[in-house]
């Protein structure tokens, strides 16, 4: 009773309130009620390579990486991508909620625990510079800070550069948005890293993972994981 008491002192004192529904919450390390949590989209039985949701749990990959495999060779999400995380993920990129980025590094280090061994550095996924001036920042590197900092890896922002501005290729359908960004990144110098985990916020087709990764395997990286903090359901894919 004396520690119910103390918690809603403590919750009322750090004035910590959840995310989406505001109501006061007791444990100071959380950002969400426990109700919220409970909603949040989760995949519960993902593709190992691609992070796709799976419709059973009998097969470890889906049909697309068993025919044509991805050049990035595993995929962490913390979420799926859908509301309420589609709604936070829009404050924080369209609405500059930046206060939203350690909040989604915090679950995407819940979910991914101890990184591979062979994972030497983070690359956090390279905005055009138009886009960069348009949106004031680049939500990646905003994502990979607090990450690189727990686990101690470098963030590689001087390896690769976006040669064209493809981001506004939402709008094309799925196999257009492969071939557009086919030449999109350009390695600046070789790489000093065997083992790279890309950062990126938002995973729908894959196709940005796919040809990043590809372009850091032509400059000698063995082994790339795509660390995302939702990943959606190919069939979402808009
Ligand atoms: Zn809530
Ligand atoms: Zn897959």
Redesign the pocket.
């Known amino acids: 009773m004396v520690y119910n008491w103390l918690k809603s002192v403590l919750s009322f004192v750090s004035g910590r309130h959840c995310l989406l529904c505001h109501h006061s919450i007791d444990e100071l390390a959380d950002d969400l009620c426990p109700e919220c949590q409970h909603d949040l989209p989760v995949v519960r039985q993902a ?1 190992q ?4 949701s799976l419709e059973t749990g009998f097969l470890s ?2 049909g ?2 068993i025919t044509a495999p991805p050049a990035y060779d595993r995929v962490f999400s913390a979420y799926g991508y859908a509301n309420p995380i589609r709604q936070l993920m829009t404050a924080y990129k369209f609405q500059q909620q930046l206060s939203l980025a350690p909040i989604f590094a915090r679950a995407l280090l819940a979910r991914i625990k101890q990184p591979d061994s062979r994972i030497e550095a983070l690359l956090p996924v390279p905005l055009h510079p138009a886009r960069l001036r348009q949106r004031g920042f680049n939500q990646a590197i905003e994502l990979a800070r607090p990450i690189a900092q727990a686990y101690q890896k470098p963030m590689l922002l001087k390896l690769i550069r976006r040669k064209r501005n493809t981001e506004t290729q939402s709008n094309l359908p799925a196999k257009h948005r492969a071939k557009n960004l086919r030449g999109a990144f350009e390695c600046l110098q070789p790489p000093d890293y065997k083992g790279v985990a890309i950062i990126d916020d938002v995973m729908t087709t894959g196709s940005t993972a796919d040809e990043l990764a590809r372009t850091l395997k032509l400059n000698g990286v063995d082994y790339v994981e795509v660390w995302c903090v939702a990943r959606a359901h190919p069939k979402n894919n808009t």
């Open positions: 593709c390579q691609c992070g796709a990959h889906c697309n990486c």
